[in-house]
């Protein structure tokens, strides 16, 4: 298969694509789009007329083998090129129309109609089998599915101001000529939409440009369970679609009697919807994938129809009620259907292999052809026959739609068939969709593509760190391989911020942290750690002893936060080891974060140290305070300490007194409990703000060391706690520390309370 294209070149020739685009859209919209529905009906048109008329865009699909043959023989771009500009002139035969319609030839006016939109689609039949080679070159990359989108938002976008202005040249009561001119200025732009194509790049010939024969591909096409599930749901789906959006015309028409011109402003909210959901779909497509969102368009398309069958009859002769009902409609119609007729093609080529998209996309169309030809000329049937019985517009449209929303729920129903192609689940999507943080991520990362410069990208990853997403993993593990340091500590640190790291997140995290110590890798570690990465264990364990400190000590950390209890010991030799006190203050929150009372004496040999860093004394007492599960309490005396050191004596016996006031109104409602229970806790109470006096105001500890030896133990801890600190209180070397005996004193009275509530 060819090359593909470079950068410059994809970018030049998806520029050349857009203006196609433009003129296509254009010319599509002057020649067959509700213009020409409507140029039918001014003649008189039957609803079995409108409904061939519209079987003709489905029925053309089926010439694709044609155009597969002469693919054989000529480019593809140039197959694609004369068929657009032959199409747009077999338009003529319906600007000449009105001329025979003049000379009292109504029924060939309207034949010349048929004939000319039935050769304007033919010719499109042949020509589109270039159609899914050239997007899927053009839509190659990462954003496939926004560039299709992009397509389908100039489509729509067009269309809702061809409608606007269509409605305001019409007007209420056109003169029939006025068609003329506007299918003419059709032609021109369809023509020179046909010569703009000439200038795409030739697709990727295939390596057997002879291809499989049409029963061939059938067969591979429908020997593949996920792509024939996925064709029955298109069948349906396009059906539904195809009925709902040509019929809701004469919908307007026949049942409301709305003119032409307020008809077409309808059509001008439809194309705001197509627009809408272009615009929605390409914001989440890359994101949520292809699927949940072809199941979200088709949900709101059959939830736009219900209410047609609910509507009561005295609604039609209400003109603003009616006017509005019509607007939602369209709106809805247009935003569902159209929406889910855009990302169905962008699922598809996503499910079938690069080299099979020429002679699969025949399938796809042949089955988007059937699907509405059948549905159009089956639909305008009914309701003619429905009309020859007597009954009416209204009931007859009623019986309509309510078959098309049986056959909608059923492809729903079939919904979980399809393979989801790395896309969320639809419960997924429709938490991003309905979720402020992760639109907002999605719309971060959108700009973050199209940042121009690393201070940008620093800005924006800074405000992805503050708006975690699971959505964002990709795009952060993108920049986290940026050659600026700077954009990748921020992108890292954005991972940090997420719920879930997936495999290929955490993969990056263990490289980060075996290939760029000193920089990066610490982050890593952190995060391994944080998120439970139990795959990164051994890894953090040979980490933990690394030469960059940083990074030694969020892998010890790391390993705390994993519960990897059998290093515990290691981490307790290497802050004893250590002269490093950034490491030895990380050493001690990894301890602190195993909660093991067995590590307090560890703890204690630190303090013992002559003159150990300020900060280092408070993060180790802390720590302690974390074994023993009171440091959410004690970080606030401590910091009220550490404001004012004058206050440690007042601090000290507000805890007591405070302690003894809990026991006194605890026991107080203890009716069951003997007195002499109450009598020893109260007791105890007393005796320790006596303790506690003596502990911080004449640094003796013995009365505090008997009362901790006499506490009842509580919990399987409570004897080596107390063995360990009713030896502190009477160490010199530890008394030193005030915060220290904050502690204690701290501890001492969260006993006693508990005492008292567990007392019976």
């Not at 940090?496 to 290929?504: V, Y």
Request: proline share 3%.
């Amino acid at each position: 298969m060819d090359a593909p294209l470079s950068p410059y070149k994809l970018r030049k020739a998806r520029d050349v694509y857009n203006y196609f685009n433009v003129f296509n859209a254009i010319s599509w919209n002057l020649l067959v789009g509700v213009i020409i529905t409507l140029f039918a009906l001014q003649l008189g048109a039957s609803s079995t007329y409108i409904g061939l008329l519209s079987s003709s865009f489905y029925l053309a699909l089926f010439l694709l083998p044609l155009g597969k043959i002469f693919a054989r023989r000529f480019s593809i771009i140039g197959i694609f090129s004369i068929t657009w500009i032959i199409r747009s002139i077999c338009m003529v035969l319906a600007v000449a129309a009105p001329f025979v319609d003049y000379a009292g030839h109504r029924s060939t006016a309207l034949l010349l109609i048929m004939l000319g939109v039935f050769l304007f689609h033919a010719f499109r039949g042949v020509g589109m089998i270039g159609n899914n080679p050239v997007l899927s070159e053009l839509a190659s990359g990462p954003d496939r599915g926004s560039y299709m989108t992009q397509i389908q938002i100039i489509n729509s976008a067009i269309g809702m101001f061809s409608s606007f202005l269509l409605a305001m040249v019409l007007g209420t009561n056109p003169p029939i000529f006025l068609f003329s001119i506007l299918l003419g200025a059709g032609v021109i732009t369809g023509v020179i939409s046909g010569y703009v194509i000439k200038k795409v790049p030739e697709p990727p010939s295939e390596k057997d440009r002879q291809g499989m024969s049409l029963a061939s591909i059938f067969k591979d096409a429908f020997a593949q369970d996920s792509l024939r599930h996925f064709m029955v749901i298109l069948f349906l789906v396009i059906l539904v679609s195809g009925v709902t959006r040509t019929f809701v015309v004469v919908y307007a028409r026949e049942v409301f009697q709305h003119n032409d011109g307020l008809i077409l402003l309808y059509s001008v909210f439809g194309g705001m919807g197509y627009l809408i959901a272009g615009l929605s779909v390409k914001f989440l497509v890359d994101r949520l994938g292809a699927k949940p969102l072809f199941l979200v368009c088709v949900i709101i398309g059959l939830l736009s129809i219900i209410p047609v069958i609910f509507l009561p009859v005295s609604a039609i002769s209400n003109i603003t009620g009616a006017i509005l009902f019509l607007v939602f409609l369209f709106f809805m119609l247009n935003f569902g259907f159209l929406g889910s007729e855009g990302i169905a093609q962008t699922y598809f080529l996503a499910l079938i292999p690069q080299e099979k998209i020429l002679d699969l996309g025949i399938i796809y169309f042949f089955v988007f052809g059937a699907a509405g030809a059948l549905g159009s000329f089956l639909a305008g049937l009914l309701l003619d026959f429905l009309s020859v019985l007597g009954i009416s517009s209204f009931v007859s449209f009623k019986i309509l739609f309510i078959i098309l929303i049986t056959l909608a729920i059923v492809a729903l129903a079939m919904q979980k068939k399809m393979k989801s192609l790395g896309s969320l689940p639809l419960k997924g999507a429709l938490e991003v969709i309905f979720s402020f943080r992760d639109l907002r991520a999605i719309s971060l990362l959108d700009k973050l593509n199209k940042a121009e410069d690393s201070h940008e990208e620093e800005l924006l990853l800074g405000a992805l760190h503050d708006t975690p997403s699971h959505l964002a993993v990709d795009g952060l593990l993108e920049r986290a391989r940026s050659p600026r340091l700077a954009t990748r500590l921020e992108a890292i640190r954005a991972l940090e911020r997420t719920e879930k790291l997936n495999d290929k997140a955490q993969k990056a995290l263990i490289d980060d942290v075996v290939n760029n110590p000193y920089t990066t890798a610490y982050i890593s570690a952190r995060i391994l750690g944080n998120h439970h990465c139990t795959s990164a264990v051994s890894l953090l364990r040979e980490h933990a002893v690394s030469d960059d400190y940083m990074l030694a000590g969020e892998a010890v950390i790391a390993l705390a936060e994993l519960n990897d209890e059998s290093f515990r010991p290691e981490i307790e030799k290497i802050i004893l080891q250590t002269k490093n006190p950034r490491l030895k203050i990380m050493c001690a929150e990894a301890l602190g974060h195993y909660r093991c009372v067995d590590s307090i004496s560890v703890l204690f040999d630190i303090l013992r140290t002559e003159n150990p860093p300020p900060y280092l004394r408070d993060e180790v007492i802390l720590a302690i305070a974390a074994i023993l599960n009171i440091q959410r309490v004690f970080y606030k005396i401590l910091v009220r300490y550490k404001s004012d050191n004058s206050l440690e004596t007042a601090l000290a016996m507000d805890e007591a007194e405070s302690a003894f006031e809990f026991v006194t109104s605890t026991v107080s409602g203890k009716k069951r409990v003997s007195k002499e229970k109450i009598k020893n806790l109260i007791s105890s109470a007393e005796d320790l703000q006596k303790a506690v006096s003596n502990y911080v105001s004449k640094n003796d500890g013995a009365d505090l060391s008997r009362w901790i030896l006499e506490l009842p133990e509580i919990n399987k801890t409570a004897g080596v706690i107390k063995a360990v600190f009713s030896e502190a209180v009477l160490d010199t070397e530890l008394n030193i520390h005030n915060s220290l005996r904050l502690l204690i004193v701290h501890w001492a009275a969260q006993e006693l309370r508990i005492w008292a509530v567990k007392l019976k």
